[in-house]
């Protein structure tokens, strides 16, 4: 019998996923807009590419809703709406109490304790960006970052993968509205954006469901009031 392992060993991230992830990040740091049309041609020059993983990586990005494909015009970064903006939010405030529903199962009180305790070492960096908030150039990409980041531990702690599948998508869906929606938060509504997670915090500490579960609700409004 030979030592041969169960699985294969796994495979670097395909040439379309990475090209998808640049398009991703240019997206996010506001290099494209919505809108903004990606140009093939360019893009495969830029990455030193074909064109062929530069079109995969677009139909992978336009089933995942951050890109529209126009027949014959080619593919555009979605336009966004103050309705896309809280349809999102409906939808994250679903998998946010699926999350402490799954995690409230799967974690005994000291694991319970733990998760807090990491979602409250998460708010140290959120905290340390206000040092010099007004004056830093990637205060928009940063804010979502790690507004973003901060869920993640309670969407982890699920221990679901198909629930974390889907959360990423939402995520970074959101992320993008954050900035082009939402507006760029000035320095007091991100201290309130503090104030209103350590809340949840202190909620979640009591591990009372129904009351965990309506902390993690989030505004759908929230959005429509910033740009009423």
Not at 28 to 40: F, T
Not at 206 to 227: E, G, S, Y
Request: negative net charge; hydrophobic residues 45%; proline residues 4%.
């Amino acid at each position: 019998m030979t030592d041969e392992p169960a699985y294969p060993p796994l495979r670097e991230v395909s040439l379309p996923e990475q090209v998808a992830g640049v398009i991703r990040h240019a997206i996010l740091n506001g290099a494209l807009a919505p809108g903004d049309k990606i140009v093939e041609e360019q893009l495969a020059e830029t990455l030193g590419v074909s064109r062929v993983p530069i079109r995969e990586a677009i139909r992978q990005l336009q089933q995942q809703g951050i890109l529209n494909v126009r027949p014959r015009r080619g593919a555009y970064v979605r336009e966004l709406s103050v309705k896309t903006a809280e349809d999102t939010l409906w939808v994250r405030t679903s998998l946010n109490t699926l999350a402490v529903e799954q995690a409230m199962e799967k974690l005994d009180a000291a694991g319970w304790a733990a998760l807090c305790d990491r979602m409250e070492a998460a708010l140290e960096p959120m905290r340390d960006l206000l040092a010099g908030y007004d004056t830093r150039a990637d205060i928009g990409f940063e804010t979502a970052r790690l507004d973003i980041d901060w869920w993640t531990i309670l969407i982890a702690a699920a221990g679901n993968d198909v629930l974390t599948r889907l959360w990423n998508d939402v995520a970074f869906l959101n992320r993008i509205l954050m900035r082009n929606i939402g507006g760029i938060p000035t320095r007091d509504g991100w201290e309130r954006t503090i104030t209103e997670h350590q809340h949840v915090i202190e909620v979640l500490r009591t591990r009372i469901l129904n009351d965990c579960k309506n902390a993690v609700r989030l505004d759908p409004l929230r959005f429509r009031r910033t740009n009423g």
